[in-house]
């Protein structure tokens, strides 16, 4: 079974930072895409960034390119998003979410491309 829990979330002014982490178990992380994901009041979940089982390959958002970038560390089986300029339309709950092994790249930019998710954490960003 797989846990995925974030943390990192918080209050920041707009222009500052912050650096989610999302911690995995199971056997299964090194070998495959991890995503984040967040869900505004009112608004459906969608795709920020996701990166592939090696780090080869990112994938973002355009809202979010040149001020997130998405990594891993397979040794530690935990996923960041590192979140620089941070501005009021980043308010949301970002997921952490584990694609199954074979999920193609095409689907890593949609929900259903993930089997499992985290819980979720706060991220408010004050004007």
């Known amino acids: 079974q797989v846990k995925l829990v974030e943390s990192g979330g918080g209050l920041v002014q707009a222009g500052g930072s912050l650096r989610l982490s999302c911690a995995a178990s199971?056997?299964?992380?090194?070998?495959?895409?991890m995503g984040w994901f967040r869900q505004s009041p009112g608004k459906e979940r969608e795709f920020v960034a996701a990166?592939?089982?090696?780090?080869?390959?990112?994938y973002y958002t355009d809202s979010v390119k040149g001020r997130f970038t998405i990594s891993r560390d397979n040794s530690k089986n935990t996923v960041y998003l590192q979140m620089n300029n941070l501005k009021p339309e980043d308010t949301a709950v970002y997921y952490c979410?584990?694609?199954?092994?074979?999920?193609?790249?095409?689907?890593?930019?949609?929900?259903?491309?993930?089997?499992?998710w985290g819980q979720g954490t706060q991220v408010t960003v004050s004007s």
């Open positions: 990166i592939n089982w090696s780090a080869i390959n990112t």
């Open positions: 199971g056997r299964a992380f090194g070998r495959s895409a």
């Open positions: 979410a584990q694609a199954s092994p074979n999920t193609v790249a095409g689907a890593l930019r949609l929900n259903e491309g993930y089997s499992y």
